[in-house]
């Protein structure tokens, strides 16, 4: 006769999964790229001091971007040509893995956009340039003086100097959260974002999950206050936090692939570092990897 107590059938509850993210937002500057666009249109030692403190003042929430996005242009003066020459110091400096990482995203399905708060030209070029479609990325356009330089000599448009910024939201220190509602919209998955800035970090409301990126500048309230703060030159492991185990099983690209092995290695050594303990503990049942969390990060 069978006991009424407790039986002992094997527990049935299946393994936690990790969700997949089907849209995948970054930002540009010092995370796509490891310069920022607009400090590197400085050209003389005084001024690039003086437009990179604004930038980081801007990018550490210590000011409002508003605040400093107009002043830095009107210090620097850039021509068209100089905005334009940006295309090239965003491609020769790429983050580590970053083209690879977008070619498998969208090889998984993944829909992969740039949100920046840099100038658009080179934006969008250097978007392009790793495979991102022209309408899903947004960045601000500024407006050139047609009547600057020798016009008259035929020297073309390169030589028009900066007049003004277009009116733009993402000049804003909370401009992001705006544009990334307006891509969003009637969109169906699940959202992340990837950024190394205060403005990512506000903008973090409008997606289901942030991760703060420190491979390139490692801002303190970033890494304190993103779900996970990835600690790397390597951007390799949004792959696995943007797929979750889909990345694991893809077989038919080696690229995919090759970047899932060095992702796992990466996470392995602590590459990731979780403000949010049940979060890390999903993770890691998941991928088998060490979870290392807010408390143990060293900054």
Known sequence: MRSAGKTNKPDRSPLPRWPVYRHVIFDCDSTLTAIEGIDELANHPDSQRQVADLTRSAMDGEVNLEAVYGERLEILQPTRGAVRA??????????EDAAALIQALQALGHEVYIVSGGLFDPVREFGLHLGIAPEHIRAVEVEYDTLSGNWWQGQG???EAYLAVQHSVLTESDGKARVIRELLQNQTGRSLL????????????EVDFFAGFGGVVCRDRVASESKVFIQSQSIAPVLLLAAGPAALEYSDDPVVQGLVEKALALT??????????????KFESCFGTPAK????RKL
């Open 293 to 296: 969390t807010g408390s143990e």
């Open 194 to 205: 990837v950024g190394d800035g205060v403005s990512d970090l506000l903008a973090s409301r």
């Open 268 to 281: 392995s050594s602590s590459a990731l570092h979780w403000n949010e303990v049940q979060l890390a503990e």
């Open 86 to 95: 940006l295309r090239s110091r965003y491609r020769k400096h790429v983050v």
């Open 157 to 159: 448009p390169w030589h």
